[in-house]
């Protein structure tokens, strides 16, 4: 079945995404190219990575169906790093590509550091979802949130996590090691990154805080 990427995909796309797969059955049309290079949104053939989406659905959930996660990036401070180091492994199980972007060690560190690095690669399309760890989670939410293009959610349960998919579409995952065990974060985290966009009214508000930055400046 041929799969036609228009110029309202795109735009739908582009506060979410920076990287969409296609294969041999993508029809890509001229405005759209124009205005994915335009708002720097780049198209990679990776027909394995390409997932047939129901017409029922919703315009996000089609867009999580087509453009899958598949690169992860996790970071920490000292107080999360244990954490992080736990699952690393995990997320790789799972199937999903990793990086560690660090830090190396448990060394005393500053969270904002780490949270503002995976929060841009986060935005420069360089991974589909971002795991930060610091020891509650508050302050590199905080950190991230700064950045363009990211909506960080800190999550102490699989229930926020879900929410913070299906309401608020976050790309960004926080929570603190001293306030959850290593099973718990296990579990929110697979339902992160899991869980799809919700209802178009959701969309539709989330796009509101989106387009703040644009409207104020």
Do not use: W
Not at 32 to 53: C, I, M, T
Not at 165 to 193: P, Q, S
């Amino acid at each position: 079945m041929k799969r036609l990427i228009r110029e309202e995909d795109i735009r739908k796309a582009a506060g979410y995404i920076r990287r969409i797969f296609t294969d041999k059955n993508t029809i890509i049309t001229p405005a759209a190219r124009d205005l994915a290079k335009e708002l720097g949104v780049q198209f990679e053939y990776n027909p394995k990575a390409v997932q047939a989406s129901s017409p029922q659905k919703t315009n996000r959930q089609v867009l999580d169906e087509v453009f899958p996660v598949k690169v992860v990036a996790i970071a920490s401070d000292h107080g999360g790093f244990a954490m992080k180091r736990e699952l690393i492994p995990y997320l790789r199980k799972l199937g999903y590509i990793t990086h560690d972007l660090g830090p190396d060690s448990d060394k005393a560190c500053d969270y904002p550091d780490y949270a503002l690095l995976l929060a841009e690669r986060l935005a420069e399309g360089k991974v589909d979802r971002g795991i930060m760890i610091d020891s509650v989670g508050i302050g590199s939410a905080m950190a991230a949130n700064k950045v363009k293009g990211v909506l960080a959610a800190k999550c102490n349960n699989a229930y926020e996590a879900r929410s913070a998919r299906e309401h608020n579409y976050a790309n960004y995952l926080t929570f603190g090691a001293k306030m959850i065990g290593i099973e718990i974060a296990r579990d929110i985290v697979k339902t992160f990154l899991e869980t799809k966009g919700g209802a178009e009214r959701h969309q539709k508000r989330v796009k509101k805080i989106l387009n703040y930055d644009e409207k104020k400046h």
